[in-house]
């Protein structure tokens, strides 16, 4: 048996990595940016989501994706029915390797509580690098969350917390735990992927042991993914 893995990884895998899919299936498996054949087939090929220029699950809806900045394998709307949605003057932009869990709604603007006709809101949502948004939670208008931030499931997060390192819970969301800057992992995968395209080596982009800057309060996605962008 290991003698055939070892005739399968020199002559059979540099065939199939040419394959459309399977080469950014082997090398996102395990990160937020899952650009696998699964959703190629349905985003691309059965349009769920077609013009989001990274992958997203046929069961979230991501609206308004060319006001949504992503940095490097992190995809918000890859997991099961997410709901994101943002416009020109109500942006979302998502760190590096941040981490979207099921259900949860990324809500940039709402209704106006006194005509539901109308919208309002108050300035988009920022969500910094290595961040976790566990299931259901939902993060509204006007928040910015620093790195290393962790959202508990089914928190409804009103206010910023542009510190970062802590644990959030809870509706409105707390603090219920701060985490220690010096002992959180800033990690980077092998390959980075921005949206569906190949990037290339963390330490050819960012050098630094090709892990990503650190910039205080805001997070690192304007210079690397501008909106719009095509993956």
């Known amino acids: 048996m290991a003698e055939l893995r070892r005739w399968a990884k020199r002559w059979v895998l540099p065939w199939l990595i040419r394959v459309p899919g399977f080469r950014s299936s082997l090398e996102t ?18 349009g769920f989501n077609r013009s989001v220029p990274w ?49 949860v709604c990324l809500a940039a603007y709402n209704h106006e509580v ?28 006007g928040v910015r969350l620093g790195d290393h931030t962790v959202v508990a499931a089914g928190a409804v997060v009103t206010s910023s917390f542009e510190d970062g390192h802590c644990v959030l819970a809870g509706n409105p969301a707390r603090v219920v735990k701060k985490l220690d800057p010096g002992s959180v992992v800033r990690f980077s995968p092998a390959v980075l992927y921005h949206g569906w395209r190949r990037v290339g080596s963390p330490v050819a982009v960012w050098g630094n ?5 650190q910039v205080g309060t805001g997070n690192s996605v304007d210079a690397t993914a501008p909106v719009g962008s095509k993956a």
């Open 29 to 46: 498996r395990g990160t937020g940016c899952p650009a696998n054949w699964r959703y190629w087939f349905f985003q691309r090929l059965l």
């Open 55 to 103: 992958p997203v699950h046929f069961t979230s809806k991501v609206q308004g994706a060319r006001w949504i900045r992503v940095g490097y394998n992190t995809a918000p709307g890859a997991s099961i029915a997410n709901y994101i949605f943002a416009k020109e003057d109500a942006p979302i932009s998502v760190g590096h390797f941040t981490v979207i869990a099921s259900g």
């Open 114 to 141: 006194n005509n539901i006709s109308a919208y309002t809101h108050k300035g988009g949502i920022s969500i910094g690098d290595y961040c976790w948004i566990a299931a259901n939670a939902v993060i509204l208008s």
């Open 209 to 213: 042991g090709g892990v990503p800057p």
